[in-house]
C-alpha cells in the first residue's frame, strides 16, 4: 500500500484491524461539537441552586449569613454585567462563601477575607461591606 492509504490509520500490533485515527478524532470532535451549552439559571433564586452545589458540610449558613451570600450573589451577577466580566472573575463561589460566613463589618475585615483575589471586589469594598451589614440586619 503507499503512503496516503497508511497516512490517517494505524496497525494493531495484536493483528487486529488498523483503526481510522482520523476518522476517530473527527467523530470525537463532532460529538464535542454537538454538546448543547446550557447557561447558569439567572433569577431571585439562582443562588440557592449555587449553594445548594456546596458539599452538605459546607451549607451550614445561619439565616442571616444565608441573606448575606443571597444579596452578595446578587451584586457579583450585577457586577458582571456591568463590567462584562464572568462572575467568577468577579468573585468566586469559594470567596462568596467566605464573606458569607464572615459577614465583615469593615473594609479591613473584607480585605482579610479576599487576600487581594479579587479586584472588583477589593474595589467596590465599602459597597459590599454596606450590602453584608443590609443583608444581616434584615436576613
Same mark, same amino acid.
Given at each position: %500500500?503507499?503512503?496516503? *492509504?497508511?497516512?490517517? *490509520? ?8 488498523? #483503526? ?20 447558569? #439559571?439567572?433569577?431571585?433564586?439562582? +443562588?440557592?441552586?449555587?449553594?445548594? #452545589? ?13 441573606? %448575606? ?5 446578587? +451584586? ?17 463561589? *469559594? ?5 458569607? #460566613?464572615?459577614?465583615? &463589618? ?9 487576600? &487581594? ?19 444581616? %440586619?434584615?436576613?
Amino acid at each position: %500500500a503507499g503512503l496516503g *492509504s497508511a497516512a490517517g *490509520s494505524t496497525a494493531d500490533p495484536s493483528g487486529s484491524p488498523p #483503526r481510522d485515527c482520523l476518522r476517530e478524532a473527527l467523530d470525537r470532535s463532532r460529538d464535542v461539537c454537538l454538546t448543547l451549552y446550557k447557561p447558569p #439559571r439567572r433569577g431571585p433564586s439562582a +443562588w440557592r441552586d449555587e449553594y445548594n #452545589r456546596y458539599p452538605a458540610e459546607e451549607r451550614n449558613l445561619e439565616p442571616a449569613q444565608l441573606a %448575606a451570600y443571597s444579596a452578595l450573589h446578587a +451584586w457579583r451577577d450585577a457586577t458582571a454585567r456591568a463590567s462584562d466580566e464572568s462572575v467568577a472573575y468577579v468573585a468566586s463561589r *469559594s470567596l462568596l462563601l467566605r464573606i458569607a #460566613r464572615a459577614s465583615p &463589618g469593615t473594609t479591613r475585615a473584607l480585605f482579610a477575607l479576599t487576600r &487581594g483575589d479579587a479586584p472588583l471586589v477589593a474595589a467596590r469594598a465599602e459597597a459590599i461591606v454596606g450590602l453584608v451589614r443590609a443583608a444581616v %440586619a434584615n436576613g
